[in-house]
């Protein structure tokens, strides 16, 4: 009987073990990933020699990106050590970094108010915060068009290469009806980037509501070779604006 | 009564033993052939001929490559950093830098990786791979004319490199430049006839140009070069048709 028992309970230890090491094999496995992932995201920081501030950022970007599913309770906890976290950085680009990944986690986690403060004040320590700057004007797009181009022109004075500042800039140009600033934006934006096709697709939308068919037609083709995804709404959106300009 | 109990319990405790030690085992045996996998896939990278163990510089490179196929990008770039200084031939730091470029791309570091991309060009300015990594890189930044230069210096090593100039004429097309692209592509079908990414693009460039019997001579070589196993032919099919209706317009 006691061998059967000695037996059971060596089979059990066994299976026991094994699981107990696969499973922290697989714990293993998942710190290296959120090691890399953290990596990855920290190349920005310097944070001196500071060693205690460094850890505790890496720590809120470990939680960040600690699993694929990432709960919307913890990202408020985590915009909070972000928030902490610049308290405590002395170097105002540093401090301005971590305010900008507070206004991430508050923006993800559904609070665009806290992230526009968070943004703002990242702008105010360190101007040159273009991240922030540009996801500032994202929000001020829709209630403050003065405000949001204010923005994206802060941007492109401390960045002037980003294409996307410049599409999102003549965008705004475009809504207010300013179809030639907004034109010389867009062709910025391809000058910025060769391939920026929806510049190149906007341009020619542009010109066609101006009536240039011309140009239009130039920029639709180039947008073509570039193999520009919704070609058929595009088609579409030009003859439209084309007839309306021969109707008008 | 008591036997058969007795049996039973030794039964399970036999099934639970070799469950234990059989997922182990697979376990085990899963991650040997991985690390096999990953060690094989280095070793062809670096090239069969060096032997890693006489060579220190091949070795880190060797360990460099293995760190990056397991995802530990910053190991990797410590290991081949150490490698470039070790290695005495250009091919070697030339190869290194490859690699380390790769590695920064993976962290996100795009800037640091286009600087190994100029680093592996300067160290063997004749390296193929080199170049096309570095011209490759000019694409995705939309900085096309440096990408054209680099592109072309493929080509004057390496006159029967199809890709090169398949991707000379894509640059060619997106700048607008229908006459150059044309030519460009005609050379890469010289190059290799059954490119039917080639024939594609010089349809679209007919249609852009309007001379629509040649437009659909190509379409029709697309599917006959690919065997019918061109995937985006219903694509280019619809792209060309919207071109030519506003060409018409």
Known sequence: MTIEILLLVIAVGVLFATSIALHCIRVADKRKKRRNAVEKLYDNARFGTDCAVKRR???????????????????????????????????????????????????????????AICYTAAIEVAPSETFSSERLG??????????????????????????????????????????????????????????????????????????????????????????????????????????????? | MLDSVYTIIGLISFVLFLTGVLTGLAHICKRLVEAHCIRNCAI???????????????????????????????????????????????????FCFDWMSRCYE?????????????????????????????????????????????????????????YASFMLGTLFMGRGLYDKAEEQFLKTIELNNESEEAFAELSVVMAIKGDYSRMDSYFAEVTKS????????????KRLNSIKKMKDL
């Not at chain 1, 193999?227 to 030009?238: N, S, T, W, Y």
């Not at chain 2, 190994?116 to 300067?122: I, M, Q, R, T």
């Open chain 2, 226 to 237: 690919s065997n019918g196993k061109y995937t985006d032919s219903d694509r280019l099919r």
């Open chain 2, 44 to 94: 062809k990278n670096i090239g069969n001929e060096v032997s890693i163990y006489n060579d220190k510089g091949a070795k880190l490179a060797y360990k460099g490559i293995c760190a990056y196929l397991n995802e530990d990008h910053s190991k990797a770039l410590t290991y081949l950093e150490n490698a470039v200084r070790y290695s005495q031939v250009s091919h070697n730091s030339a």
């Open chain 1, 57 to 115: 950022f890496k720590r809120a970007l470990g939680l960040l990106v600690g699993s694929d599913y990432v709960r919307v309770k913890t990202l408020r906890k985590v915009a909070m050590v972000f928030v902490k976290t610049a308290r405590r950085v002395r170097e105002p680009i540093d401090k301005a970094y971590c305010l900008s990944w507070a206004g991430r986690c508050y923006e993800d986690y559904g609070d665009p108010v806290l992230a």
């Open chain 1, 138 to 248: 994202d929000y001020y797009l829709e209630y403050s068009p003065e405000e949001a181009q204010a923005h994206y022109e802060r941007v492109l004075e401390y960045n002037p290469l980003t294409s996307t500042t410049y599409f999102k800039l003549a965008k705004l140009h475009s809504k207010h009806g300013d179809s030639d600033k907004a034109i010389a934006r867009y062709k910025t934006a391809i000058d910025a980037n060769n391939g920026y096709v929806a510049s190149m697709a906007e341009v020619a939308i542009e010109s066609a509501k101006k009536g240039d068919k011309k140009t239009a037609l130039n920029f639709y083709f180039m947008a073509m070779a570039n193999d520009v995804c919704e070609f058929e709404e595009l088609e579409e959106a030009i003859k439209e604006c084309l007839i309306q300009c021969t109707q008008s």
């Open chain 2, 106 to 162: 993976a962290l996100g570091k795009y800037r640091e990786s286009l600087n190994c991309c100029v680093k592996a060009v300067e160290a063997e300015p004749s390296n193929i791979k080199a170049l096309f990594g570095l011209a490759n890189m000019y694409v995705r930044n939309g900085a096309f004319s440096k990408a054209e230069f680099y592109y072309n210096r493929v080509l004057r090593y390496d006159q029967k490199n199809s």
